[in-house]
C-alpha cells in the first residue's frame, strides 16, 4: 500500500491550491477515500472523503463550499481542490483510506496513511 500526496505550498490567503495523492499496491477504485489535515499543536481531523459505491462526498463545516474531492480511478488518484484560503487551512494534509471498505464508516475506520503535504496559508 502507498499513498503519496503532493501539491501543498505557500500561498497568500484567498488563494487556491490542488492537492493530489497517488495511490499504489492496492485497489484504490473499490475504496473510499479521505483528507485530513493537522495544524500545529492540534489533533488531526478528517476533512473530506469521497466513497467508491456511490461517489457521494461530504465535507467538514470548516471547509464546506471552499474545498472539493474528487477521484480519477483510472488514474488511482484522489484530489482536493481548496479555494478561499484562510490562514486557519495551513495544516499538514494527509490522504487515507479505509481498507476494508468502499463507502463512509466514520473518519475513526480511515486505517491506512499517506506522507503528508504541507500547505501554508500566509501573506
Known amino acids: 500500500f502507498q499513498l503519496q500526496a503532493s501539491g501543498g505550498g505557500l500561498v497568500q490567503p484567498g488563494g487556491s491550491l490542488r492537492l493530489s495523492c497517488a495511490a499504489s499496491?492496492?485497489?484504490?477504485?473499490?475504496?473510499?477515500m479521505g483528507w485530513f489535515r493537522q495544524a500545529p499543536g492540534k489533533e488531526r481531523e478528517g476533512i473530506s472523503y469521497?466513497?467508491?459505491?456511490?461517489?457521494?462526498?461530504d465535507y467538514a463545516d470548516s471547509v464546506k463550499g471552499r474545498f472539493t474531492i474528487s477521484r480519477d480511478n483510472a488514474k488511482n488518484t484522489v484530489y482536493l481542490e481548496m479555494n478561499s484560503l484562510k490562514p486557519e487551512d495551513t495544516a499538514v494534509y494527509y490522504c487515507?483510506?479505509?481498507?476494508?471498505?468502499?463507502?463512509?464508516?466514520?473518519?475513526?475506520?480511515?486505517?491506512?496513511w499517506g506522507q503528508g503535504t504541507q500547505v501554508t496559508v500566509s501573506s
Open positions: 499496491g492496492f485497489a484504490f477504485k473499490y475504496r473510499v
Open positions: 469521497i466513497n467508491n459505491s456511490d461517489g457521494d462526498t
Open positions: 487515507a483510506t479505509d481498507v476494508d471498505s468502499d463507502y463512509f464508516r466514520g473518519y475513526d475506520e480511515f486505517d491506512y
